[in-house]
């Protein structure tokens, strides 16, 4: 391949494949079984791809290129996650605005899309910020709206009092504005949710799909499901009740002080005079800590006395009540009982706030001494001290205890979920805007509960309005577009106000997958014959720090378009693997750490083919590997040697026998490594054949079948390759090749030991098995063993195929 270079090879197939529409899917084609390959739509960042993606992406066309050559009409679509923050950031600190520098990102990531030579249908390309495409985004709104499954509500935002504007929570970094460094605080305000929680109980059914076993146990924890009791402890010297839910029930007579969230209703309440100074002090502390940070399961639960009492049903004692930060007001009922001499965190809080710790479960040995020390806390045992229940497991108790709850009127099981409600009102410019108006005649008149006001179908898309001041004023930026805000009402033609939040990006790739099949569709967000052919999507490839935000998303939303009636199925992605990550020197590669690698000068040096082909090589696709330059070098000498010995017009000197056994071993074994993601042993499969064989040379038929095996790794290279065999175009267009366990069988041979010159024993061993361990096994057969004892092996003798042979002192 002297005459050109790797960068002109790649430019005249690229070009080529563009031309020919070879990689146009034939959504109607019944030729040959559907394959939707799908791979994460890329952000369009100012940044340049960077190794991830090359990684991500390379991967994933391998993948979609090795189902093709399987027989598979393959889709293999590519878009733009347009909207979001970073460009509407970009824009408050330059001016420029955020549609200009998005689609100027866009632009130039096509171009270094296309550098990767992966197969994409560019006819189907999306961009979730076209109008085109959030006309849709704003339709299925509207369908979760007239469902119920949209509302509105009051939620606490990050809220920068010097700034004056609501921050994400990215813009937020240790408690402070990103952009001012002033403590960030909280500030409630009326926003939009999707309805997620309900479907909780089936998004926990996972084990049906064919993802990542830690992937679905993510999803599980983040839903995180727990069976409990809602126990009514009644308030001392009122007629009031505070619910607490507790997964313990069976721990209730331990329970010897209660503590509420800092937000509970009560707490203003219960607080006397005495301890209000320092409630309130902790109050305004929990206020700027994030809701993970406060509920994380290592750190101490930190409280402070309210003053206030209640009493415990079953024991009928008075406890005192706490806050504590560790209570969250959004998971449960925002109340919890404290068990000292059964869970440690309690224990801790005990002994520092000098609380009774009462014992009722003896550990299995019977021991019912007092819990005065921390190992001493047990989490299950003999039920004591616990009326009726007194000498039952614990294990039995807490259902038991559960049910006589609920019998005798004080508390009821009761299912809670970690998962909570989707918030996606952003108080941001650029994003999709919600498509509903504030109307206080139809309030008035009680046309419209709260005086919402859906926009109907026939006015999407609510355009964004391009004239905004993206200067921070307290509210998103369109609130201060007078053309947008003031409209009509579409109910009663009186005057109305749109709302001026945008949905949150995850809303935008909740539905992608859909709108691939006809992106171009102006009578629907999706056409429901394509889905019907096309869906679910096959493979699903992409990054795991989206285990939980878009998986669950994504699958919630096909679940309710499910349910609404529009889709036939409940689940969009049958197969999901993620890739791992590249780090150099075995750091995450960071723009901090100044150890980025840039993808651009390798490529520009080696290719495109050696650039993603190393990446593969590094390792197991789902492990990833760390980068090093010299590591290259040796995919670039592969892929030049495997080239001149495609090119090479030798006649195979090798003893047929011996090619086609190798041959057939190397199809073998990248078949099974592409099969199971170990792109980089099926790289290594083709090396060692490609070492093996180059001096002797092949013929044209293990050429064939040698290109077609490198394909998918070296697209460029294998098509340029294919024509100067003098093949028709395309390489893609073949068939993958398959092995033959004929070949593999006979190549056993069968090798006589000697030791000392006298026949020992015979071993089996492949033709192709090396030196060191035909001699290592020889050594081992037990007649040889029995010749070597005692001696000491002077020279060790291998003809390769025909003898091995030890000579002793
Ligand atoms: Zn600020
Ligand atoms: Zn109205």
Redesign the pocket.
């Known amino acids: 391949m002297s005459e050109l270079s790797p960068r002109e090879i790649e430019k005249k197939w690229q070009k080529k494949w563009k031309e020919t529409g070879l990689y146009k899917t034939d959504f109607n084609s019944a030729a040959r079984p559907k394959y939707y390959n799908l791979v994460m739509f890329p952000y369009p960042s100012a940044a340049k791809l960077h190794i991830g993606h090359w990684y991500n992406f390379g991967g994933a066309d391998t993948w979609g290129r090795y189902m093709r050559m399987k027989g598979y009409n393959v889709f293999e679509p590519i878009g733009f996650d347009a909207f979001g923050l970073p460009a509407e950031n970009y824009a408050v600190k330059t001016g420029v605005h955020p549609q200009e520098t998005t689609y100027k990102n866009i632009e130039y990531m096509r171009e270094q899309l296309s550098a990767i030579g992966a197969m994409y249908d560019w006819d189907k390309e999306i961009v979730t910020s076209d109008p085109e495409y959030y006309k849709w985004t704003q339709w299925i709104f509207l369908k979760f709206f007239e469902a119920g499954l949209a509302y509105r509500k009051m939620a606490p935002v990050n809220w920068c009092p010097k700034c004056q504007t609501c921050l994400a929570n990215e813009q937020v970094k240790d408690g402070k504005c990103e952009r001012c460094g002033s403590e960030v605080t909280k500030k409630d305000m009326e926003q939009w949710f999707f309805n997620v929680k309900k479907y909780a109980e089936r998004l926990l059914n996972n084990e049906n799909l064919d993802w990542p076993e830690k992937t679905k146990i993510m999803q599980k924890n983040w839903i995180g499901r727990s069976e409990g009791v809602n126990i009514d402890f009644p308030v001392f010297n009122s007629n009031k009740k505070i619910t607490v839910f507790t997964s313990y029930p069976e721990t209730i007579f331990g329970a010897t002080y209660m503590v509420l969230a800092p937000e509970h209703p009560l707490v203003s309440s219960l607080t006397d005079e005495k301890h209000k100074k320092i409630v309130e002090k902790y109050i305004e502390k929990a206020r700027h800590q994030t809701d993970i940070k406060r509920s994380a399961t290592d750190k101490e639960k930190t409280g402070v006395m309210t003053g206030g009492y209640c009493i415990n049903p079953v024991t009928k004692e008075k406890i005192p009540v706490f806050i504590g930060d560790y209570v969250l007001m959004s998971y449960g009922t925002g109340a919890v009982m404290g068990v000292p001499a059964h869970d440690a965190r309690d224990w801790l809080f005990a002994v520092k706030h000098k609380l009774p710790i009462v014992r009722v479960m003896k550990t299995y040995e019977g021991d019912t001494n007092e819990i005065d020390k921390l190992e001493k806390v047990n989490e299950e045992g003999i039920m004591m001290n616990s009326g009726q229940f007194n000498g039952m497991d614990s294990k039995e108790a807490k259902k038991k205890i559960a049910e006589w709850i609920e019998r005798e009127g004080f508390g009821k099981i009761t299912i809670n979920y970690k998962l909570r409600d989707w918030l996606i009102s952003r108080q941001r410019y650029w994003g999709a805007p919600i498509p509903v108006?504030y109307?206080?005649?139809?309030?008035k008149?009680g046309?419209?509960p709260d005086?919402i006001?859906p926009v109907p179908e026939k006015d999407l898309p609510v355009l964004l309005p391009k004239n905004v001041d993206f200067i921070p004023r307290g509210k998103s930026p369109l609130h201060y577009v007078k053309d947008f805000i003031e409209t009509?009402?579409?109910?009663?033609?009186?005057p109305?106000e749109r709302e001026s939040d945008t949905m949150d990006t995850f809303v935008d790739s909740s539905w992608y997958f859909l709108r691939y099949l006809s992106p171009k569709k102006n009578d629907g967000a999706f056409d429901k014959e394509m889905i019907k052919k096309w869906m679910p999507v096959d493979m699903y490839i992409g990054g795991s720090e989206h285990a939980c935000m878009h998986l669950i998303y994504a699958r919630f939303f096909t679940m309710v378009l499910h349910d609404l009636g529009y889709l036939d199925f409940d689940e969009p992605f049958k197969r999901l693997v993620h890739q791992g990550t590249i780090t150099k020197d075995s750091a995450k590669m960071s723009k901090s750490k100044g150890n980025v690698v840039s993808p651009d000068e390798f490529v520009e040096k080696y290719g495109s083919d050696v650039f993603r082909m190393y990446l593969m090589f590094m390792g197991p696709f789902t492990a990833g590997g760390d980068w090093s330059d010299k590591g290259i070098n040796g995919v670039a000498r592969f892929i030049k040697k495997f080239s001149e010995l495609i090119e090479n017009n030798n006649k195979n000197k090798l003893d047929h026998q011996k090619t086609l056994n190798l041959i057939h071993k190397t199809i073998k074994r990248v078949t099974e490594s592409i099969e199971t993601f170990q792109f980089n042993t099926a790289i290594a499969a083709m090396m060692e054949f490609t070492n093996e064989i180059s001096s002797d040379g092949i013929d044209m038929e293990s050429k064939k079948i040698m290109v077609r095996l490198i394909a998918p790794f070296a697209p460029h290279t294998a098509e340029e390759l294919w024509e100067r065999l003098g093949q028709k175009y395309s390489v893609f267009d073949e068939e993958w090749p398959k092995f033959d366990d004929k070949y593999l069988a006979s190549a056993e041979i069968e090798i006589p030991v000697q030791v000392n010159g006298k026949l020992r024993a015979v071993i089996r061993a492949a033709a192709d098995e090396g030196k060191e361990k035909i001699l290592e096994r020889a050594k081992n057969e037990p007649n040889v063993k029995k010749y070597l004892e005692g001696a000491k092996i002077v020279k060790e003798i291998y003809v390769p195929g025909k003898l091995a042979g030890f000579v002793t002192d």
């Not at 109307?439 to 309030?443: A, F, S, T």
């Not at 009509?488 to 009186?494: A, D, R």
């Open positions: 108006v109307c206080k005649q139809c309030e008149s046309n419209a005086g006001v009509t009402c579409p109910k009663c033609g009186g109305a």
